[in-house]
């Protein structure tokens, strides 16, 4: 009997990690599907308002100036963590070779220029030696990592079109409801946005660099944090990247449902002839009864939450196991992130609470499916969902009692926000106490 039952112990232990691949097979496959079918559908949308698609706007990219070359080179870094050093030496060369020749070609024809196309090529031309030269884990660590880079620049053309249809589909935004909410933090945007003029050019450059450049910060901690891809032969099952394309994907889903267009649009110079008063960031109004207002279709809706304090908070959170540079550097993103978002009137304060709790409600479900949930995990992403949730419903519809009691109300606001941050570090200390499973290196593959 002992001898049978360790029989079917031992079919039940190897059945397990098949099982598991299969699922993981269909579950990607899923994810797969799903994706390809709404940048399809994101496309067929921005036809509909007679704008480029993410599909046809990427497609472009390969032979016209691309919008943001810089991005492509970071997208390349990130595929090249599958890479040996001489592959990664062979592929920089390689896409600078090919920006080189494009510019030669269109300083000969008198056209634009600019570069990125060299590092979307040799993307590419990764993705066709996966499929036509590798075999096995070969070729599955190399699309991954050609997967990771184009993500990326996916998804930035996606939320470019994203934000054209928020501005095409929502003709009234919620400003009104949002600074009213605001006052219970004391209108912050006013307070910083005047710091910033006063510290003069230099301090708003300084910024205005940091707020530009925070996807090809977050592509440097990702580097840093897969920098042993090629060595181990497989990913991490969490990683910074994940947490942005989620944040990416989920956010401009809420721009849908809670439009607003910022101070420095609604109450600012930058909103032209739809601004209420040219008063940022000289003179907060004060609102007694707020309302719905009409917008352009040109402005996007994309303050509710902060999305650029999301991804600053997720770089912050990824970097605290890196080296001291890299962990003052992510502390430096988090602060200045958070004072250009304020500075330039493009957010409220309400919004940056909302961030928060957006980024660490988001964390917490990919560390858990990652981890398997437990009770901890459970608790915490429906902690940040319900203080989310009640953030919202609060700036919209208790918007004047916030601002008719700031005392009540502001506190209330960031110990919301306070108690998402405390619950997250006991969750992911107890997390961090329990052993992680040793990960089996794979062998190394050769790109040429």
Same mark, same amino acid.
């Given at each position: ?23 993981? @097979? ?29 599909? @046809? ?30 592959? !990664? ?31 979307? $090529? ?16 070969? !070729? ?5 990592? @050609? ?42 945007? $006013? ?82 002839? $739809? ?57 430096? $993103? ?42 901890? +995990? ?8 319900? @203080? ?21 109300? +502001? ?38």
């Amino acid at each position: 009997m002992r001898a049978i039952s360790r029989y079917f112990s031992r079919i039940g232990s190897e059945a397990a990690p098949a099982a598991r691949r299969q699922r993981r @097979v269909l579950l990607w496959t899923a994810v797969t599907v799903v994706g390809l079918g709404f940048l399809v559908a994101l496309e067929l949308a921005a036809r509909n308002y007679d704008l480029p698609g993410p599909i @046809v706007h990427q497609a472009r990219e390969a032979i016209f100036v691309p919008a943001s070359g810089h991005l492509l080179y970071a997208s390349m870094a990130l595929m090249m963590v599958v890479l040996t050093w001489r592959q !990664r030496f062979i592929a920089v060369g390689a896409a600078v070779g090919i920006d080189i020749a494009f510019a030669l070609v269109r300083w000969a024809a008198d056209a634009e220029q600019g570069y990125g196309n060299g590092p979307l $090529w040799v993307i590419l031309g990764c993705a066709v030696i996966a499929v036509t030269h590798r075999k096995g884990p070969e !070729r599955v660590l190399l699309l991954k990592g @050609v997967a990771l880079g184009l993500l990326l620049v996916a998804g930035r053309k996606t939320g470019d079109t994203w934000l054209l249809i928020t501005s095409k589909t929502r003709p009234e935004v919620l400003d009104q409801y949002v600074l009213t909410a605001d006052q219970a933090l004391g209108n912050p945007s $006013w307070l910083v946005g005047r710091m910033v003029d006063a510290t003069g050019p230099v301090g708003a450059h300084v910024l205005d660099w940091v707020y530009v450049k925070l996807a090809v910060a977050a592509v440097v901690f990702a580097v840093y944090q897969l920098r042993n891809v090629a060595a181990e032969g497989r990913f991490p099952g969490h990683h910074l990247v994940r947490t942005f394309l989620v944040i990416g994907l989920l956010g401009p889903g809420i721009y849908m449902i809670f439009p607003v267009v910022g101070p420095i649009f609604a109450y600012g110079v930058d909103g032209g002839q $739809w601004a209420v008063a040219d008063l940022w960031p000289n003179t907060a109004p004060e609102i007694t009864a707020p309302q719905l207002m009409p917008f352009d279709e040109i402005t996007p809706r994309n303050c509710m939450p902060s999305l650029h304090t999301a991804w600053a908070v997720a770089i912050f959170i990824h970097s605290r196991k890196a080296p001291r540079l890299l962990r003052l550097a992510g502390t430096f $993103w988090l602060i200045a992130t958070l004072a250009a978002t304020l500075g330039f009137g493009y957010h409220y304060g309400v919004d940056l609470v909302a961030g928060v709790v957006f980024t660490l409600t988001i964390e917490a479900a990919l560390r858990s499916l990652d981890r398997g949930w437990d009770r901890a +995990g459970v608790l915490l992403v429906v902690h940040g969902a319900v @203080v989310f949730t009640a953030l919202l419903l609060s700036y919209r519809f208790l918007s004047m009692e916030m601002a008719d009691y700031p005392w009540v109300f +502001g506190p209330l606001v960031i110990l919301s926000m306070i108690s998402v941050i405390h619950l997250y570090m006991r969750t992911a200390k107890k997390w961090e106490a329990e052993p992680a499973p040793a990960r089996q290196p794979k062998k190394q593959f050769e790109l040429v």
